[in-house]
């Protein structure tokens, strides 16, 4: 039943822009489509290895620095009298590198951190994420710090034969993302099916068993945090293109726990979890506006996530897909009861 | 013939816990071994230390000629010495197909782009592994419990269970730990033909048990550990009427009553 749900989302958001013209609504359909895209990359570490990444941020800051300057170029100079100049470039190798540069750095954090695992890693990836703000913030040159980065052009797609398509409208900007976010899901739905998936449950179920059995653990976590990194990179760099300007507020921490929130609430270690869960804390700032103010939503965020996980402890997603289960068995009781009904049956 | 286990002079303090004082013996390629000790003698612990799990505080242990030193325990499952564990370990969350899958780890390696893409070759060996899982399943008789959760089974079918993550590695030696504690005297049975099956397809077999009867009837040679020490060594005949034995297991009092009655016989 739950594997229904990814599918009737796409459905369901491939249609929308077809009807609904609200530039507000897209708007935030979009940013939602973005933190989605977060969320799945979390869960691939959070749900799948048990490992809690509470500096997830940093990969989607970074890539959405790495894009912008990809796009914009830049002029800086380093110690011992080296200088580094980009003349700007396209949005789409911005993406790429992006992608490449977040997923080198997870690599990197993962096999930093994964010696030690539990807390160590959460340490890390807090820490690495206030220093990656950081460094925006101050490295002026580069980043133009608090001034932000602006006029970032918006995302760029080669069409064969058709020359360039450079994506200004709303309902573009919301296909690019919807596709990303397809194409992330089912990296991880691959990921997770695959024997490297099934490495990264028997480690977090039994860790002893697992290496018994020739799991190697340091190597498997690594390779989650480079996939998920390079997700939330990518996630990063869309958003860039999409807003346009940015400054060191991507970092913010609140990104990190909104996506927490996301996964969390939907489900962790369900494919579909951070669709769902994703969906409800993208828009409730939506539903939330008319009445309240954004520092004020915070709270009922945290009453709205108590609440789904007083009902169901383990999401949203993962409850659903209980309940389908538990009916299963009364469905089969319906069938030969007795050998007299199983032949009339034949 | 050269051993292919030794373990040689190895020692193991928690603190100021002396858990085996100084172990020193040897396992032969192809036979069942049997470490046998009472509770707390150090059996388990040797175990660890033999699977990397532990690191000795003196001595070293050798498979197939190479020092286990600084090799960790997925390395050393990687050489072909597998293990199962005292107590009951399972991936209770997965079916016990995904369980023999999750052993099935180091069947056939792809490369990266195969992890992420379903290319032809992935598909093909992800065929052959689930062919692979099932053959095992079969041969521990545990078909009829494939997609069941591991958790949900039988305490003997969950030792069944982890007995057959430990074959899907492939191991060229197995020890077992207190293998069919749990189970009935039926399914110790099947079980003891399970491990004759195994040792007769070629792997060696070493074995904690308490359960003595079954010791016996399975084992071409028996050590027995003491306060973690080798207090005897040999066939099962021999070690049966071992007077160190006998003492290590009844006391000391049983061992004078014994020697009392066959003085009186
Ligand atoms: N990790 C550990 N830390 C401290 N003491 C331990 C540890 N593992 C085992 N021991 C102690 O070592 C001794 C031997 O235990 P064990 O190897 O489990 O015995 P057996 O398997 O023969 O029953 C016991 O006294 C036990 O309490
Ligand atoms: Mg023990």
Same mark, same amino acid.
């Given at each position: 039943m739950t594997r229904l749900i990814a599918p009737l989302f796409l459905v369901v958001f491939a249609l929308v822009p077809l009807w609904l013209n609200d530039p507000y609504l897209m708007n935030a359909l979009i940013i939602t489509g973005i933190f989605t895209i977060c969320a799945m990359s979390l869960n691939l570490l959070l749900?799948?290895?048990?490992?809690?990444?509470?500096?997830?941020v940093a990969f989607f800051g970074i890539g959405a620095y790495v894009s912008a300057l990809t796009a914009l170029g830049f002029d800086v100079s380093l110690p011992f009298g080296l200088r580094i100049t980009h003349e700007g470039g396209s949005p789409l190798l911005g993406f790429v590198l992006a992608i490449l540069i977040t997923g080198v750095t997870g690599y990197l954090i993962g096999r930093l951190s994964f010696r030690v695992r539990g807390a160590y890693f959460v340490i890390v990836t807090i820490s690495f994420a206030e220093v990656v703000r950081l460094v925006a913030l101050n490295w002026v040159e580069l980043t133009q710090g608090p001034l932000a980065l602006t006029s970032i052009p918006n995302m760029t797609l080669p069409l064969p034969g058709l020359g360039d398509l450079t994506l200004r409208t709303k309902m573009q900007n919301y296909y690019l993302v919807l596709g990303v976010a397809v194409l992330s899901y089912l990296v991880v739905a691959r990921l997770v099916a695959s024997r490297f998936g099934r490495a990264m449950r028997g480690l977090k179920e039994n860790e002893s068993l697992a290496l018994s059995l020739g799991v190697n653990a340091t190597r498997t976590l690594t390779i989650a945090a480079t996939v998920s990194a390079a997700m939330a990179g990518a996630a990063g760099s869309l958003y860039a293109h999409y807003i346009r300007i940015i400054d060191?507020?991507?970092?913010?921490?609140s990104y990190t726990v909104t996506m927490v929130i996301m996964v969390v609430a939907g489900?962790?270690?369900?494919?579909a979890g951070p669709l769902v869960g994703g969906l409800i804390f993208g828009l409730l700032p939506v539903a939330l506006r008319p009445v309240m103010a954004p520092e004020a939503q915070w709270i009922v965020y945290g009453g709205i996530l108590i609440a789904i996980l007083f009902v169901m402890p383990n999401g949203i997603v993962p409850a659903l897909a209980n309940l389908t289960a538990r009916r299963r068995p009364a469905s089969l009781t319906?069938?030969?009861?007795?050998p007299a009904e199983a032949g009339a049956q034949s | 013939m050269s051993a292919i286990l030794s373990v040689e002079h190895v020692g193991m303090r928690f603190g100021g816990l002396t858990a085996i004082a100084d172990l020193h013996f040897d396992v032969k390629p192809g036979e069942i071994l049997s470490l046998i000790g009472p509770n707390g003698a150090g059996k388990t612990t040797a175990f660890n230390i033999m699977t990397g799990f532990l690191k000795p505080t003196t001595g070293r242990v050798l498979f197939e000629g190479r020092?286990?030193?600084?090799?960790k325990p997925n390395e050393i499952a990687r050489l072909g010495l597998a293990r199962t564990f005292q107590?009951? @370990? =399972?991936?209770?969350?997965?079916?016990v197909l995904d369980n023999v899958l999750i052993g099935l780890q180091r069947f056939g390696e792809p490369s990266l782009l195969e992890r992420l893409l379903p290319t032809p070759r992935a598909l093909a060996l992800e065929k052959e592994t689930r062919a692979r899982a099932e053959a095992i399943i079969d041969m521990v008789g545990l078909s009829a419990r494939?997609?069941?959760?591991?958790? @949900?089974? #039988?305490y003997g079918e969950q030792r069944l269970v982890g007995f057959a993550l430990a074959l899907a590695i492939e191991p060229r030696m197995l020890l077992l730990d207190?293998? =069919? #504690?749990?189970?009935n005297a039926s399914e110790t049975q099947s079980f003891v033909g399970l491990v004759r099956k195994v040792r007769d397809a070629g792997v060696t077999i070493l074995l904690v048990e308490h359960d003595m009867p079954m010791v016996m009837e399975v084992s071409d040679r028996i050590v027995c550990l003491n306060y973690g020490r080798l207090i005897a060594e040999g066939t099962p005949a021999e070690i049966r009427n071992d007077a160190a034995v006998i003492e290590a297991y009844l006391g000391k009092s049983a061992a004078k009553l014994d020697l009392k009655e066959a003085a009186n016989a």
């Open positions: 749900g799948y290895t048990g490992q809690l990444s509470l500096g997830h060191p507020d991507v970092f913010l921490f489900g962790k270690g369900s494919l319906k069938t030969p009861e007795t | 020092d286990l030193a600084k090799t107590r009951t @370990s =399972v991936f209770a969350n997965d079916t494939a997609h069941e959760k591991a958790g @949900s089974l #039988s207190e293998p =069919v #504690s749990g189970m």
